[in-house]
């Protein structure tokens, strides 16, 4: 497998096009943040619990120094009119030894298209490769097409520290 911090891997999408999985870099801030420009508010709340349409330089250097031992991000790259460009991501974000909490966030355009499981898949195999034993997510309980990528992975609710999200969990071990 190659190493989080250089992870590389193609896909096809539900509909054939060609996608591209990749760990993200520090030179894909701009990308990103065009990214989240180009997302609805209702998606921005579903990932931040928070509508946001800017960040702090904390939140900055927060989403993009990523140590790819604690903290790793993967990104979703399409070829668009454009060039390439990134239309989703996912990260997970170690919170004591092994144990670490999934987001993610898909772009509206892209959404339904499967990259939330392919980014998820992508991310469960290099979890269970560096020896985490369980991955957690929060997510808000209108957030069916989310719930549904977590259940198909086998994610189950556990208990609720916050009764306006749904606490998942998924044993690797």
């Known amino acids: 497998m190659p190493e989080p911090a250089t992870y590389t891997a193609l896909e ?3 509909d054939g096009s060609q996608i591209e999985i990749r760990s993200l870099r520090p030179e894909d801030e701009a990308d990103m943040l065009a990214a989240v420009g180009r997302a609805s508010a209702q998606s921005l709340q579903r990932r931040f619990f928070a509508v946001k349409r800017g960040f702090s330089e904390k939140e900055r250097a927060f989403f993009m120094d990523i140590d790819f031992r604690n903290h790793v991000a993967l990104v979703a790259l399409l070829e668009e009119a454009d060039g390439p460009a990134i239309v989703g ?8 030894p092994g144990r670490a909490e ?3 966030v898909v772009v509206d ?3 339904g298209h499967g990259i939330g499981s392919i980014l998820m898949r992508h991310l469960v195999k290099i979890a269970r490769d560096t020896g985490l034993q369980e991955l957690t997510a929060e997510v808000l309980p209108e957030n069916a097409a989310m719930l549904r990528v977590f259940g198909k992975f086998g994610f189950k609710p556990a208990s609720q520290r916050d009764p306006q999200t749904v606490h998942l969990a998924l044993k690797l071990k």
Do not use: D, K, P, S
């Not at 991501?89 to 004591?96: A, K, L, Q, S, T």
């Open 109 to 111: 355009a892209w959404q």
């Open 12 to 14: 096809r999408l539900n």
């Open 89 to 96: 991501g996912g990260r997970y974000i170690v919170f004591e």
């Open 102 to 104: 999934m987001a993610f």
